[in-house]
């Protein structure tokens, strides 16, 4: 089993520029999350997926949008990109019940220039 | 205020340290905790949850919840050069500190 893959692990963009970045799970898990890191403030929730066909927003959707296209994959949009979207990105995915463990994915650095 | 507070470190100790993590957390409501352990570049992974009091031990780790200071901790005994990493403290699954750097020196 690969868990959980991301895609592209690297890119760069200009401002303004949009894209799409990937996620898949292959442990048949109900609920998809999507994560920004940076320094000094730690992991926080952009949106996630308890289930396929829904999505909420997290701490800070603004800027974002996602897709859970069927139960395998979570998808996260950058419209316009930012300069303050510079980050790394984490997709997690866990079993769906309240206290259950996220299994997370290795990472998309993004630099916004 | 965060959800939960945590020292950033960063933490530099000799192999074989009894080593403490320590985060605080300002909601009073129905939660567990989680202690994530991630290595350079890499996703997060669980390495203990519990919930809101009492101690889990497991190995070389213990994670502690005093609900009274809304203070949880994980220590590590006998500390390896492979024990080092950023350790993130988690309430409530989403709810994340920003990690303690924790260097262990062989």
């Known amino acids: 089993n690969a868990g959980v893959t991301q895609t592209p692990k690297f890119q760069v963009l200009k401002t303004g520029q949009s894209m799409t970045l990937q996620c898949a799970q292959d442990?048949?898990?109900?609920?998809m999350y999507w994560y920004r890191q940076d320094p000094g403030m730690g992991l926080r929730l952009i949106y996630y997926?308890?289930?396929?066909?829904?999505?909420d927003k997290g701490e800070v959707p603004n800027g974002y949008n996602v897709s859970r296209l069927n139960k395998r994959e979570f998808s996260l949009r950058l419209e316009s990109a930012a300069p303050s979207q510079t980050s790394v990105y984490f997709c997690a995915s866990s079993e769906g019940s309240r206290e259950d463990t996220q299994y997370f994915g290795p990472g998309t650095r993004l630099t916004v220039l | 205020q965060k959800e939960v507070e945590q020292d950033p470190g960063p933490l530099s100790v000799p192999e074989g340290a009894i080593v403490s993590l320590n985060c605080t957390y300002s909601?009073?409501?129905?939660?567990?905790f989680m202690w994530y352990r991630q290595y350079s570049r890499k996703g997060p992974e669980l390495l203990m949850y519990t919930y809101s009091s009492g101690n889990k031990e497991d190995g070389r780790f213990t994670a502690q919840v005093d609900k009274s200071s809304k203070y949880i901790s994980l220590f590590i005994r006998d500390s390896q050069p492979s024990d080092s990493a950023t350790y993130l403290c988690a309430r409530n699954q989403f709810y994340f500190g920003t990690g303690t750097s924790l260097t262990v020196i062989p």
């Open positions: 909601n009073s409501a129905f939660q567990y």
């Open positions: 442990m048949n898990h109900n609920s």
């Open positions: 997926s308890a289930s396929e066909g829904t999505t």
